[in-house]
């Protein structure tokens, strides 16, 4: 079993199959526009312009389970991706990443990368794993996607990588993709 296995809908509601994607190095990442993390978009983009001509696509995912901090529909998701972000990768249709709703392929994902914990020498590190473990200790509880942002690294076979999660910046992913495509 790999992603290609998976279907999603894009956010404009096309169903496709992520085998469409066979063969490039994917980065599966949960999104939220008003997060505190969506100062990421701005690394994830440079990501993925320095390296999408090399086999390299995001595929972004928003999601409203972690603080209401993705309200809008699909529509005005994508807009303010675009519009207040720049982004340019796919984007596909809200979902839930975590839970009994939780779509397959995050299923999938947080079964072939358990959670392994926030870095506990980064001060980011600390404060999100304290935050949860005080406020939301079921959402800390288990491999389940923890927070806005988590990002799952595909290999060109479809097969799970590394798991980032979310107080990891885009920009600490680069040295993978050197060596992944490099």
């Avoid at 972690?66 to 998701?77: A, H, L, M, R, S």
């Avoid at 207040?84 to 392929?105: M, S, Y």
Wanted: charged content about 25%.
């Amino acid at each position: 079993m790999s992603v290609y296995d998976f279907q999603a809908a894009l956010i404009d509601g096309t169903l496709i199959d992520l085998s469409a994607y066979r063969g490039k190095i994917l980065l599966i990442v949960n999104l939220a526009s008003k997060c505190s993390f969506s100062r990421q978009f701005a690394g994830l983009q440079k990501l993925y312009e320095t390296w999408r001509d090399q086999g390299f696509e995001i595929l972004g995912f928003p999601c409203n389970q972690f603080n209401g901090k993705e309200p809008g529909n699909n529509g005005e998701v994508r807009e303010t991706c675009r519009r207040e972000f720049g982004v340019t990768f796919p984007l596909f249709e809200k979902i839930d990443v975590r839970g009994e709703a939780a779509h397959p392929l995050f299923q999938y994902l947080t079964e072939q990368a358990p959670f392994q914990g926030f870095a506990p020498d980064s001060a980011d590190g600390r404060w999100m794993s304290d935050f949860l473990q005080q406020k939301y200790p079921d959402i800390y509880a288990g491999n389940g996607v923890k927070w806005n942002f988590s990002k799952f690294l595909i290999g060109r076979d479809g097969q799970v990588l590394q798991r980032f999660e979310p107080t990891v910046q885009p920009e600490d992913i680069h040295p993978f993709l050197e060596r992944l495509i490099g």
